[in-house]
């Protein structure tokens, strides 16, 4: 037994599938179960086809909706100098502001792996001249020769 809905989209009620794929048929259209778990099971009289279709759509629209958050990334070195410094501190800044997750790496070469302070020195600086507006979505952590912290907006 199955409830029917008909191509107009009115209830016919319950019958039982093979009626309802003889109604189907007459009018030379397919017969669709629509939700599986209910009780008892909701069948539609409609094209196939043009299901599909109208599912395809739902699913492009509700992809257009969704916001997707990039991750820019901000390089660094641990000598850095003012200038460039600050020269950094804006881009992170105008994408803080875009609203993208920036990703900041301080590459370390050859004997400045021995002054990590400078580095965790450096990124406490830069999350004291951002705004409160900003969080730090993972704090300071070594990979290999560099440093890794990432901020997102909030």
């Not at 016919?12 to 009626?19: A, F, H, W």
């Not at 100098?81 to 502001?97: C, G, Q, T």
């Not at 400045?112 to 020195?121: N, P, R, S, T, V």
């Amino acid at each position: 037994m199955i409830r029917l809905i008909n191509e107009d989209g009115e209830d016919v009620g319950i019958v039982s599938l093979s009626e309802g794929l003889n109604m189907a048929a007459t009018v030379w259209l397919d017969l669709i179960e629509v939700s599986p778990n209910a009780d008892p099971p909701v069948c539609k009289i409609i094209d196939y086809g043009k299901y599909k279709y109208e599912i395809q759509k739902k699913k492009a629209e509700a992809r257009k909706k969704q916001k997707i958050i990039e991750v820019k990334e901000i390089k660094f070195h641990p000598n850095i100098d003012d200038n460039d410094y600050e020269v950094k501190l804006r881009a992170i800044r105008k994408f803080l502001d875009e609203g993208c997750k920036v990703k900041l790496t301080l590459r370390f070469r050859g004997r400045e792996m021995a002054h990590q302070d400078l580095g965790i020195k450096l990124f406490d600086r830069i999350r004291e001249q951002l705004d409160n507006m900003n969080k730090v979505e993972q704090f300071p952590k070594m990979e290999g020769r560099q440093m890794i912290m990432i901020i997102a907006p909030r």
